[in-house]
């Protein structure tokens, strides 16, 4: 993982942006409704793959969703995926 990745949240376009040194990494898509956040879509660039990126978007969003105590829904294969592989944040997931 790049310790230059800094991951922020964009309610205005309801995305978690990770940007490296400037330029745009990747992004976490998500609806909110209510308590309940929805991650819809997740996308590295191309010249960012392998780095890590991806799941410091999962990793950063989940922990602010825990922060506010809402719940997930990954509905985006990416997020359901990594949650699976990280036991630590299935009390998120939404029933």
């Avoid at 230059?4 to 400037?22: I, K, L």
């Avoid at 209510?34 to 010249?47: K, Q």
């Avoid at 990954?74 to 029933?95: E, F, M, R, S």
Wanted: proline share 4%; net charge negative; with cysteine.
């Amino acid at each position: 993982m790049s310790s230059d990745v800094v991951v922020t949240d964009n309610p205005e376009a309801s995305r978690w942006e990770a940007h490296v040194h400037g330029a745009l990494a990747g992004v976490a898509e998500y609806r909110r409704t209510g308590e309940v956040v929805t991650f819809t879509h997740t996308e590295v660039g191309s010249e960012f793959g392998g780095q890590g990126i991806a799941g410091q978007l999962a990793r950063a969003s989940l922990d602010a969703a825990r922060a506010a105590g809402h719940r997930v829904r990954p509905a985006c294969p990416y997020y359901a995926g990594w949650i699976a592989k990280h036991p630590d944040y299935q009390d998120l997931v939404a029933t």
